[in-house]
């Protein structure tokens, strides 16, 4: 087969697992190594250069890169990379000199943003530093979107949102917050360089079936209910409360309710427990609060007693798959399920709206009434308005928001400087050799055989009392360090250089993975099977290299290479090298983040 | 020397044998060779036949002498029992270990220097006494604790690292072994593992005195040009006669090959030694023809590997002495001291 092209950065990104899967790509296992080295401003930067909100994140991120991290697949749970994110925000300290200050000479180029939530604000601290003029609109009295909406205060503490809001506010963005944008022509005829529209998906989906009129005064839509929450407008729920959906909104919603007055707490799903769209841990921690969730149950009615909601009845189903494998929810037959309640709260789904956007301005809309946008420029067929977050391809998450707008803001900074938008930057990539004598590595290289720690959670009977009580207390520097050292340095790549092998098999014998092999060559289906250990997962790449002497190839499997570095250290010759690959994605501010053993390189 | 440890986990597929373990269950702590020497090569291979033969690793006992290839029996079966003794008398401890107890499968692992030097009386006499035992030279033709001065197994002609020729002939131990009466004896090479892996497993196996030779290249003293112990060298005059297969007694044999082209040799315990023949004029079992194929094949500069020479029907030093069939250490006192009547009896008889 063709031996691989290590020169094509996207090579080594895939072998970061973890990286490669967040939307951001965020260098993880860089600041994981800082956290274990006790230097958390430092983390916290290259996290807040990728990521912009590492506070907000390392509580409420969807955690992309865990189920991606290596350790999972050659041990059982993967390396908790997202709370050690919020380890770096908790230790931190003073980040003074770190951050970039306002531009000292406008650029004179004009950039509004629609909506204050995490997509927007990522634009604004992209473009403001190096010379827009940033102006952002929300119809709420301070920034933060839903992250300050909608993600209950248990989860994540007002004072993380306006820290980390805090930061982008002070970079000479102008805000204009309790001021709702009614249309987006008026704000181009304002005459702005580029709009960005990151107003989210706002519009909770409402549950139509019978009663849900007459006992209206109880049924709640779940995301307009978790910002009264928020903001204090609401204070207290029925005693028996059922929420409904299985998304992460529903586990807020439940979690909320808990703590409200709702003793009696119930999460109704129609589909089976495993297809649930939430996080499993957001499951788990629901349960964990006493939350029943109870799954196959189909809403028939809202059930009502003189205008007055008594309870809901649902059909039980179970679920048949069809020749091409999709799921039907078939009814069983049985009597319909009745449970009774005092309140529903219906987290079923979200939608966007744009009622504000006129339809004769030059964007395009599909049939779902979404408007066209281009998934690598972001840019709309309106080519000053850009869209990112929930409101350019419908409702995803933080971390995906934050990477639309770095996007985004490339292509507003090349649109405004007639650039070729797709024509897109390349990465920074950094390789260093990790050799330091002949027997001495730059990286902690000792694999450990901790399993993953648990987070210490704040006592439940404390939690429960108080919305605003931080449920999870992160975790300690003792744990964090433990925690850090799972990681195994995936950026810390093997690399090959066949001119110097002389084939002595050093680093086959002593590969604690079995993932070097040096075999016929052939096609890469069948080299995979001929392998010292067989590779059957086809979404690792095997590393080919030809060049030997002996007219064989090496033929490494990157799938669960433990980056020991022993391959490295029995390799007589130095054909095998430890090189940590530093992948920086491009971004338009120059902020420089970049560290290393010896410190903050200027 | 490599002062990490290797991490204790391992490919989740990783299978396991009869026994339930793992190869990795038959390793012993990192080597502190220098790093890319045959000999952790060797060591990885005698792991690989141990683990395939579903070896149990307390019923191994490995014994070795003095040099480099004597220390990396503290490499692999960190489980089994290991002797290190005085530099060239392994033979001898191994000789003892096996009198008094017959039941354990001995591997003693020495070196040139170890066996064709300061020991040469010693591998001379456990061969010719018929020691059931594996008995593996890892040759690599320098002394290299000491720097890399030629060995007695050093090829007349062949260059140190500064370029001077050795002027001494060679002691071939494979045809020293041949002669002395070893029953099974095969010459392999530590970069070759396909054929190194079955060559051992074959040795441990059968009953009788297992000899090989394996060419091990050092690569800190003899693995550059002129060197004839070099991966480079080895690999362009290496003339293997056959290919082999161990066959443990419960699998099904099928014939993969041509008539003529494949030899099924049952040895004692009821294994078979699958043998494809690479050289079809080959016999493995006539010692007579053999001396002559290495001498001819030799004296073109050819290295002959493979299964050389092997009699199925070998018995061994026990055999020979009739000796008592329960290990020492299950014999009672009454066994062990029969009593002054005993010897009484005895001496009449011999009056």
Redesign the interface.
Known sequence: MQSTDISNPDYFHKVVDCQWACPAHTPVPEYIRLIADRRYADAYMINWKSNVFPGILGRTCDRPCEPACRRG???EEPVAICRLKRVAADYKGDLTGRMPTPASAKNGKRVACVGAGPASLAVARDLAPVGYEVTVFDSFARGGGMIRSQIPKFRLPESVIDEEVGYIEALGVETRYNSTVDSLKSLLDDGYDAVFVGSGAPRGRDLIIPGRQEAAANIHLGIDWLSSVSFGHVEKIGRRVIVLGGGNTAMDCCRSARRLGGDDVKVVVRSGFEEMKASPWEKEDAQHEGIPILNFLVPIEFLHEAGKLVGMSFDKVRAEYDGDGRRNLVSTGEAPVRIDCDDVLVAVGQENSFPWIERDIGIDFDRWDMPKVDALTLQSTNERVFFGGDAAFGPKNIIWAVAHAHQAAISIDKFCHGGDLRDRPAPDVTVISQKMGI?EWSYD???Q?DMRFKVPHLDLGIALKDIKEEVELGYDEQLAFKEAQRCLNCDVQTVFAPKLC?????C???C???CITFAEDGPEAELRTRLS??A?NLTQDIYVSDGL??GRVMAKDED?C?H???CA?????GAWDMQQYLIDLAQVSPIKTRTTRQGVQA | ??????????????KTNALGFTR?DYEGP??TL?????H??I??AIIRACYQLNLQPHRIAKLSGIGCSSKTPSYFLGASHGFNSVHGRMPSVLTGANIANKDLIYLGVSGDGDSASIGLGQFAHAIRRGVNMTYIVENNGVYGLTKGQFSATADKGAKNRRGVPNMDEPIDMISMALQLGATYVGRSF??D?DQLVPLIEGALMHKGAAFIDCIS?C?AFN?HDGSTKS??YV?EHNEAVNRMDVILGREPITAEYAPGQMEMVRQHDGTYLKLKKIATDYDPTDRVAVMNYLQEHKARGEIVTGLLYVDSDADDLHGYLDSVDAPFNSLSDADLVPGAGALAKLNASLR
């Open positions: 697949r050659v041990e027997h290289n000792d694999i055989n002389i084939e002595c098999d050093a086959v014998d002593i604690p993975v079995d250990a067989p059957l002497k002996t669960m433990l020991c570095g022993l250290e029995r390799c007589p010759t | 020397m490599t002062y990490m440890t290797k991490p204790k986990m391992h490919h989740p597929d990783l990795r990192v080597s220098c790093a890319g020497c045959g952790d090569s060591s990885a530590s970069g593992k290249p690569v693995n991966f480079d690999r």
